[in-house]
């Protein structure tokens, strides 16, 4: 692919990282239009018997049919707004792939976050290529093996880039988005995916 970053590798993992993706420019206006137009909502899990809400806010988008299992929800997108599908097809563009849905999190502080679990919802398929674009605040992206779990690696996800995740990472690695206690502002992240529907 013509991809405009660095290719990097370990044992069964394989990132592509675009740390310059979007102009400043391009992704203050994201940021903003974004963080205020979508449809955020507070998501609840289910642990230990009690509902809990997730600690940040999401949504999803997509082409209608594009249904998903996430945290044992079906989950229904909404459609595309004008200003994803632009970012979805420039994505799209750079990486030779094409995408059918996007999930979206809102971390509004530093203690919103995601913990440890892989992209492998039987509907990504096997070897998933998932392309997560970050903007606002710089967040630590953390990736570990699972089966030796001393094996590490992380990313600092600054306003602007893009990470692709492909080939057999979501068989081997596992990866996060820990709290901080530092005075973090606000980030939104959007994983494009392509869901195979029957
Ligand atoms: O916020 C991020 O960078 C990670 C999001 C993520 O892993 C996911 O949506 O599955
Ligand atoms: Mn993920």
Redesign the pocket.
């Known amino acids: 692919m013509t991809f405009p970053g660095q290719h990097l590798c370990d044992e069964q993992l394989e990132l592509w990282w675009a740390p310059d993706f979007l102009s400043a420019f391009e992704a203050d206006a994201l940021f903003s239009h974004l963080s205020q137009s979508l449809a955020w909502q507070q998501g609840q899990v289910r642990m230990f018997g009690k509902w809990i809400d997730e600690p940040r806010l999401t949504v999803w988008y997509g082409d209608p049919g594009a249904s998903y299992t996430y945290s044992g929800k079906q989950q229904q997108p909404l459609p595309w707004t004008p200003a994803l599908l632009a970012l979805k097809e420039k994505i799209e563009t750079s990486s030779s792939t094409s995408f059918n849905s996007v999930?979206g999190?809102y971390?509004r502080s530093g203690q919103d976050s995601?913990g440890w679990?892989s992209?492998n919802e039987k509907e990504l398929g096997i070897r998933p290529l998932i392309a997560?674009l970050?903007l606002g605040a710089t967040?630590t992206?953390q990736l570990r093996m699972i089966k030796d779990k001393s094996r590490k690696l992380s990313l600092d996800?600054s306003h602007g880039s893009l990470l692709i995740m492909s080939g057999e990472t979501q068989h081997h690695w596992q990866?996060q988005?820990p709290k901080t206690k530092k005075a973090v502002g606000e980030r939104l992240?959007f994983?494009f995916r392509l869901i195979l529907t029957d």
Request: without cysteine; proline residues 0%; hydrophobic residues 35%.
């Open positions: 999930l999190n971390y995601m679990h992209d997560s970050n967040r992206f996800l990866h988005i992240n994983t």
